[in-house]
Nanobody, 122 residues
């Protein structure tokens, strides 16, 4: 059973940076597609970025050029470096994983972390 544990959220001022981490347990990490999603209060959950097992990535337009996804296969850990943060980036951020990349791309991955809160003040 895959388990995902996020960390690294917090409160920053507009223009600041944060790095989120997602530790992956319970399966062969390199076989899974991974991604970050977020949900702001009163809004639907949206995809932020996904990374396939071949390393290809797909970013939401709203974060392109500001956020960077990376992973350390040796540590079974996924990262999200967030720079130039804006108040509209405020949300609960979730790590997600699925063996089938298609499910991740359409926003219905099988495995979810518990979420980590990111708050950006103006």
């Amino acid at each position: 059973q895959v388990q995902l544990v996020e960390s690294g959220g917090g409160s920053v001022q507009s223009g600041g940076s944060l790095r989120l981490s997602c530790a992956f347990f319970g399966a062969a990490y390199s076989s899974y597609c991974m991604g970050w999603f977020r949900q702001a209060p009163g809004k639907e959950r949206e995809g932020v970025v996904t990374i396939n097992s071949d390393g290809s990535t797909n970013y939401a337009d709203s974060v392109k050029g500001r956020f960077t996804i990376s992973q350390d296969n040796a540590k079974n850990t996924l990262y999200l470096q967030m720079n130039s943060l804006k108040p509209e980036d405020t949300a609960m951020y979730y790590c997600a994983a699925d063996f089938f990349c298609g499910r991740l791309r359409v926003g219905v991955p099988k495995y979810w972390g518990q979420g980590t809160q990111v708050t950006v003040s103006s």
